[in-house]
């Protein structure tokens, strides 16, 4: 089984930086495609960014294109969402899933293993 953590959430004034952090317990994340997703009071859950367990290819939902990087560091079984240029829009709680061989999916529910989720808080 394998249990995933977001961590490095909190507040943070627009226009400020944030980097999240998911773990994956259990097993080694090498082989796991890795998706972070958000969802924003009285929204629904969407897609932010995805990294195909190869670590070759990358996906950016076109609302943080250019101000989040999504990274892996297998050796930490770590995945990380650093996130640049932060706006009072991005206000959410942010999920990170992961997906055994997943190639980057768009789609919440393809992934097998999801974490409880961290607060942003952007201010203006």
């Known amino acids: 089984q394998v249990q995933v953590v977001e961590s490095g959430g909190g507040l943070v004034q627009a226009g400020g930086s944030l980097r999240l952090s998911c773990v994956a317990s259990?097993?080694?994340?090498?082989?796991?495609?890795m998706a972070w997703f958000r969802q924003a009071p009285g929204k629904g859950r969407e897609f932010v960014a995805s990294?195909?367990?190869?670590?070759?290819?990358?996906d950016y939902a076109d609302s943080v294109k250019g101000r989040f990087t999504i990274a892996r560091d297998n050796a930490k079984n770590t995945v990380y969402l650093q996130m640049n240029s932060l706006k009072p829009e991005d206000t959410a709680v942010y999920y990170c899933?992961?997906?055994?061989?997943?190639?980057?999916?768009?789609?919440?529910?393809?992934?097998?293993?999801r974490g409880q989720g961290t607060q942003v808080t952007v201010s203006s």
């Open positions: 990294i195909h367990w190869s670590g070759g290819n990358t």
């Open positions: 259990g097993r080694t994340v090498l082989n796991y495609g």
């Open positions: 899933a992961a997906q055994p061989y997943g190639l980057g999916s768009r789609d919440y529910y393809a992934y097998n293993y």
